[in-house]
């Protein structure tokens, strides 16, 4: 029997155009077939799905933790200090640059100190002139004081004999004054350095004028650093000096030790002051940024594991339990009672055994009894 064709629903329709509206309609319900046959083979055998949540898990056991205070700062050299200078002139040369390791007292540069030199010259000279007048006055009292004794001169002599030695004592004091002057002048003309250590800043060049107290440079001990920071009320009874540390920049770890530490917060603030001190000359530098940590105690055979473990709702705290059923694992929900937080790990007192897995990855969806699938 032959389809008739309507001339109201297919414009111009003949015997070709509908011939191909079939074959269209074929092909739609063979593609359709054919994704219902792929999900029938997705599906297991017994006409399941799969529905286990993939979750990774960690053993638990009897482990030691270390306890640490975590700091940071800014690194600075054992000495760090500003030379200021101690008398006005200009400078007339410079025997160090910046960089240059110096020992304590060892001459930097000179001021222009010809006419300084002169004067302290002619400081020695009268000194050494009010010096021999003084040897001669003693020898004359010295005489003068057996003579009395003998009789052999009068008292006004004696008296003379006296006041000519105070004299010269005075002239000799005076003198002594002039040339520790003069000689503190000339040695002022030098630039010193106050501290060991490199030259970390040179403020001056030569020729330069500078007046009395003008910063000329900064000399840095690199040879310790030390990391000056600060730590919390509930932190500040864990530490001992000398107890050990670890700082840690740039991906590298570097041996230190507690120097010391306030017994009240800084001013101001409501942190101790706390100092480190580690090794120089390691590829840390005065003024990198660091982190630190001090290890202040190690507790022995703790059943343990990471606070993100630990599920809570309201007053209850749980984990889920990897729980071999069969053929089958399940997550179950197991109440736990918490003990002392460590960092970032938290103590298990009870609910929990060594040898049990517990989930620490996929518990977003998790539900107690939810079958899961543990992933490497």
Do not use: W
């Not at 460590?342 to 007192?349: A, C």
């Amino acid at each position: 029997m032959m389809m008739p064709c309507y001339t109201t629903s297919f414009p111009n329709c003949n015997g070709g155009t509908l011939r191909r509206y079939i074959v269209l309609i074929a092909l739609l319900l063979a593609l359709l077939s054919a994704c219902g046959r792929k999900d029938s083979e997705a599906a297991p055998k017994g006409g399941r799905r799969d529905d286990s949540q993939s979750v990774m898990v960690e053993e638990l056991s009897l482990r030691d933790i270390d306890e640490y205070v975590n700091v940071s700062g800014k690194l600075e050299g054992i000495t760090d200090i500003v030379m200021s200078a101690e008398s006005s002139g200009r400078i007339l040369e410079l025997y160090k640059k910046l960089g240059d390791y110096v020992e304590k007292g060892e001459r930097i540069g000179r001021l222009e100190n010809e006419i300084l030199q002169i004067r302290l010259q002619q400081a020695e000279a009268a000194y050494n002139a009010a010096e021999t007048g003084l040897q001669n006055a003693q020898r004359n009292l010295d005489y003068a004081t057996q003579a009395r004794e003998q009789e052999l001169i009068s008292e006004a002599e004696y008296s003379a004999s006296n006041s000519a030695f105070k004299g010269a004592k005075a002239a000799f004091d005076g003198t002594k004054a002039g040339l520790e002057s003069a000689r503190l002048a000339y040695d002022n003309s030098y630039l010193l350095a106050a501290e060991k250590g490199r030259i970390s800043q040179l403020h001056i060049a030569s020729g330069q004028y500078i007046n009395m107290g003008m910063p000329i440079a900064s000399i840095t001990d690199a040879s310790t650093l030390i990391l000056k920071t600060g730590v919390g009320e509930s932190q500040i009874g864990k530490l001992k000096a000398g107890q050990s540390a670890v700082i840690s920049h740039s991906g590298k770890e570097y041996r230190a030790s507690v120097r010391g530490f306030g017994i009240r917060p800084v001013t101001g603030g409501v942190n101790y002051p706390l100092e480190l001190t580690v090794s120089g000359g390691s590829g840390l530098l005065p003024g990198m940024v660091v982190s630190a940590r001090i290890k202040t105690n190690t507790f022995k055979n703790l059943l343990y594991t990471s606070i993100t473990n630990v599920q809570k709702e309201f007053d209850r705290d749980y984990v889920y339990v990897a729980h071999i059923d069969g053929d089958k694992t399940v997550a179950v929900q197991r109440d736990v009672l918490l003990g002392r937080s460590v960092s970032e790990f938290v103590e298990i007192l009870s609910g929990l055994e060594a040898g049990e897995k517990i989930v620490v990855s996929g518990t977003e969806n998790l539900e107690n009894g939810s079958l899961v699938k543990i992933r490497k």
